[in-house]
């Protein structure tokens, strides 16, 4: 349709190199042809061209000092892209691939995942190109209480509410927050992800690798299967990668791999979660360490990989899950694992996989949960953490564990529901996008032009 082809070249020539928010607008615009044919009022409000658009794009430097005494300097972001739900919510991201290209596309997709919560928050994303990767405590805690001393005017518990991402854990929430308080004088919800002892959310840490999880059971259920006794293949080894381990165990399935940026480790017996836990979260080293304890485990380096494609996603296995960053799963990829007969995808991470490989699982109409459905639960359990600091309480894991696994199920009905009304039943990309944009246009026609 001629709308997509000319937001497509107005975004190009206004955000010039972002490859990665191209690629999310066009796969949400292609999705929502068969809403606009039955709806056309969409377009006489404009509804495309405002939402393509962030309400705020906030850029940033930092110089902080490392433990050498010299100073050095980074680049901050915070996209404010849609309010029309509620505050603007997503994580921050600290990785030197972070670009502004980077934080729209996230914050792009985070508009949908919000809008599928049936939660009132809007859409945003944050971050840094700084490495937290070998960086001593103090080097990390003077580069966040720098971030924070340039975003926290941006930012507040009915205005913009960060969380976490990739490099961006417990820690450097900690910090961040220290650093808000200090500034502003407030103890306020400003920050989620935060400590259990001063306001954090029990299960805010475990949220989106188990709501990943219980997506893809209500994916299985609803064709009459479960994952109890599937053999699980999970990319990554952070937060998502973990709890997305230990539910799928939980749940009586067998997760066999998990991956970091210098390769893949592969246990046929499962991973030892408690062994992943240490390395990761304790330790913060390599999976390589992993061998030194289970020598019959298989360790495959970066450089080691298949052509155009990941090691993790070579492997036998019944199901995957995508739990490490944006586009690591490619068309090779999704052949190798259609051909091994994995019939059910549930994206853990951002954007996951490219869209020739989300074209080739839709083709073969297995059950593919998109990350904007999929990875939902850790905003949803992240605003569960802002209600529970508005009336100052804390909830226990059940409650909270309770709401999470609800608002999954719900997430998927929606999307099932939306997919079946617009004529392809197997389809959740189609029933996630276009469900999430009709509760985000319906709210920005209802408040006028703003």
């Known amino acids: 349709m001629p709308y997509v082809h000319d937001t497509l070249t107005r975004l190009k020539r206004s955000s010039p190199a972002q490859a990665e928010f191209y690629q999310a607008a066009e796969e949400v615009l292609e999705c929502l042809r068969p809403l606009f044919e039955r709806f056309p009022h969409y377009h006489d409000h404009s509804i495309i061209e405002r939402i393509v658009e962030p309400e705020r794009q906030i850029l940033f430097r930092i110089s902080w000092i490392d433990d050498a005494g010299r100073v050095q300097v980074n680049k901050g972001y915070r996209i404010q892209f849609n309010s029309a739900l509620g505050p603007y919510k997503g994580g921050l991201r600290f990785h030197p691939s972070v670009t502004s290209g980077t934080i729209k596309f996230l914050g792009f997709e985070q508009i949908f995942k919000n809008a599928l919560t049936s939660l009132p928050i809007g859409g945003g994303k944050g971050g840094s190109d700084f490495d937290p990767k070998g960086k001593s405590d103090n080097e990390i805690m ?255 894991l059940e409650k909270v564990d309770e709401k999470l696994k609800l608002i999954m199920a719900n997430i998927h009905q929606q999307c099932a529901d939306t997919a079946e009304e617009f004529g392809d039943a197997n389809n959740l990309v189609l029933g996630a996008n276009i469900a999430g944009f009709r509760k985000v246009a319906d709210a920005m026609i209802e408040q006028g032009v703003t």
């Open 142 to 396: 003077r580069f966040c209480q720098a971030f924070m001393t340039e975003l926290h005017r941006h930012i507040g518990p009915t205005c913009d509410v960060p969380a976490g991402d990739i490099g961006v854990g417990g820690r450097e929430i900690g910090y961040l927050f220290g650093q808000y308080k200090r500034l502003t004088g407030r103890y306020e919800g400003v920050l989620t992800g935060k400590g259990l002892n001063w306001g954090g959310s029990i299960g805010r840490k475990e949220a989106t690798g188990y709501g990943a999880v219980y997506f893809a059971q209500n994916m299985l259920n609803s064709r009459g299967d479960d994952l109890k006794g599937k053999t699980c293949l999970v990319s990554g080894a952070g937060n998502v990668a973990i709890y997305t381990i230990e539910k799928l165990y939980e749940l009586g399935a067998l997760p066999v791999t998990c991956s970091d940026s210098r390769g893949t480790l592969h246990d046929p017996k499962g991973i030892d979660l408690s062994l992943l836990k240490d390395l990761k979260e304790v330790q913060r080293t390599s999976l390589e360490e992993y061998l030194h304890h289970h020598p019959d485990a298989r360790y495959t380096g970066a450089r080691d990989y298949p052509q155009d494609g990941h090691a993790v996603w070579h492997i036998a296995a019944d199901a995957a899950f995508p739990c490490a960053t944006q586009n690591e799963l490619t068309a090779t990829d999704a052949k190798v694992l259609l051909a091994q007969g994995v019939h059910c995808i549930s994206e853990g991470a951002n954007m996951p996989s490219t869209k020739a490989a989300v074209d080739l699982f839709l083709e073969a109409k297995v059950a593919y949960g998109p990350g904007k459905a999929a990875n939902a639960g850790g905003v949803a359990t992240s605003q569960l953490e802002m209600a529970q600091n508005s009336s100052m309480q804390q909830w226990s």
